[in-house]
């Protein structure tokens, strides 16, 4: 018996070697995505011309606002279109030649070049959540975010080997003024991270402030020639560009910088209900917004954006994984790429309140219609709970796991003379067993997608170490991976610099919560 248990032991310690081996922290970060699989493509020539034609009929007729912005009113006027008050409609065509000029595929840098991404093509690049004011955890529950919150989603982010971008606005941090918060975020993304991120676009002199640091950061010639930021521009859908949005807009588009052109839908509430209808708006949003970015700009980097979801009748709530909401995502994915741009769209999206079944469905789903319909760039991959108010550690881990499923997913099936596996079969013949022979034991490392997260073990051994659910496992390696964590070495002049422009903005002017 004890020779029994001695076997057992022994057994048992190599099994966890290899797993404490898989569950080690690496500060790797994978590649950003190149897909080698198809695009879903849900519409047809007739459907893509018609809706086409329809966005160009709405820029004509009805046009769109620019509200609160002599400047940009002007800038219409100078290129031909027919402005009356704050209304704009723009000649048919026009839109769709002035977005000629902006390049379909461009580098952003990191800080760390091994961390550069390519937006556009057949790559897709992961970020993380994007606007919560609220975060939750198993511990604490659901609260108002503060700034120690946002640093450790940021630790987070750079720890996760699937996500390739820091990202912007993880969680607001309600602790710190409105007006001064954006400084000390940027700070955030610029010394716990190497990997790209965000700027600020709650107004044009906090989109100022992002260039400017990043002039510290990366040099200011470097900023005025290569892309260091891209960041979230929104419609007011339905056909409102507000001031607030097209100053950031201008000061990024003017400074090189990129920008997202993204509508914001709710099918239903922002946008007719039917698909066709809700497609044909945003494609006049974003020829609209991308045709300015290079009014501003000839040549600017901008991203076709959609930000789409519908909406319960019952509630009024906004719903999330639907089968509406990826007919549309499909469908932009397709008008991005005749004409020609990088396309952002989907994320972790749910509407559940934890992350739960309903936020595993509903975000299983957002996840894989956005790699199947051509996403580029893909804002909130981790981290979404209830409709985006929420930003939640558990389900930030869980998903930045899952992302690795989508990198697995998006190489494709190879059939070089390795995965054919002929002398694999020769091997083990007719009644045999895979398990060890020569093939099995060069590829088992690299053949499959490995979970960090999931629990795969014997019910025995799962029951005996705490019979612990998902949420238990992500609370546990959330912890683990903040433990861990490194800061990443800056140079100190820099980092001096930084800090010094923050603190003197800051006392530049008084604190403000509103």
């Known amino acids: 018996m004890a020779e029994a248990d001695t076997r057992r032991r022994a057994r048992g310690g190599g099994g966890a070697a290899r797993r404490a081996e898989r569950g080690a922290v690496s500060f790797e970060t994978a590649r950003y995505i190149e897909r080698n699989i198809p695009n879903f493509e849900v519409l047809n020539e007739e459907a893509l011309e018609i809706i086409e034609h329809n966005a160009e009929t709405i820029l004509e007729e009805i046009g769109v606002n620019f509200v609160n912005n002599p400047g940009a009113l002007q800038r219409w006027r100078d290129a031909g279109a027919d402005v009356q008050g704050e209304r704009v409609r723009i000649p048919r065509g026009l839109a769709r030649n002035l977005c000629k000029t902006a390049p379909s595929q461009f580098t952003q840098h990191a800080r760390n070049p091994a961390r550069n991404v390519e937006i556009g093509g057949r790559n897709l690049v992961l970020a993380p959540v994007y606007g919560p004011p609220f975060v939750h955890d198993a511990k604490g529950g659901r609260r108002y975010a503060t700034l120690a919150d946002f640093q450790k989603f940021v630790k987070l982010g750079y720890m996760s080997k699937w996500l390739h971008h820091s990202g912007g606005t993880v969680c607001e941090p309600t602790d710190v003024p409105v007006n001064k918060r954006h400084l000390d975020m940027l700070l955030a993304h610029m010394q716990l991270s190497d990997k790209p991120f965000m700027g600020s676009v709650t107004e044009a002199s906090r989109a100022q402030d992002s260039v400017d640091m990043c002039g510290i950061l990366f040099g200011k010639d470097f900023v005025q020639e290569n892309t260091v930021m891209t960041s979230l521009i929104n419609i007011n859908s339905p056909l409102t560009f507000d001031d607030v949005m097209m100053g950031a807009l201008e000061v990024y588009a003017a400074n090189n910088q990129a920008a997202i052109i993204s509508p914001f839908i709710v099918g239903g509430a922002m946008a007719p209900v039917s698909v066709a209808g809700t497609l044909t708006q945003v494609l006049a949003e974003v020829l609209a917004g991308i045709a300015y970015s290079q009014l501003i700009r000839k040549g600017a980097p901008v991203i076709f954006g959609a930000f789409v979801t519908s909406i319960d009748m019952n509630s009024g709530a906004p719903t999330f ?194």
């Open 321 to 514: 994984g639907t089968p509406e909401a990826s007919h549309i995502t499909y469908g932009a994915g397709q008008l991005a790429r005749r004409l020609g741009l990088p396309f952002r769209s989907a994320g972790s999206f749910c509407g559940s309140k934890l992350p739960d079944a309903q936020a595993a469905y509903e975000t299983a789903n957002s996840l894989n219609m956005g790699l199947l319909s051509g996403v580029n760039f893909m804002l909130h991959a981790c981290g979404w709970l209830e409709g985006g108010l929420v930003a939640s550690f558990e389900k930030f881990v869980m998903d930045a796991d899952q992302l690795g499923a989508l990198h697995h997913l998006a190489r494709g099936v190879e059939v070089d003379a390795n995965a054919q596996a002929m002398d694999a079969i020769r091997e083990v013949g007719p009644g045999g067993h895979y398990l060890g022979c020569a093939h099995t034991q060069a590829n088992f490392k690299n053949a499959f997608w490995k979970s960090d997260l999931l629990d795969y073990k014997p019910f025995e051994t799962w029951s005996e170490e705490g019979a612990r659910d998902t949420m238990a496992l992500a609370s546990a390696r959330v912890e683990k991976l903040l433990a861990e964590y490194q800061q990443p070495a800056m140079d100190p002049a820099i980092n001096e610099a930084l800090n010094a422009y923050v603190a003197q903005k800051k006392a530049s002017e008084p604190d403000s919560f509103m």
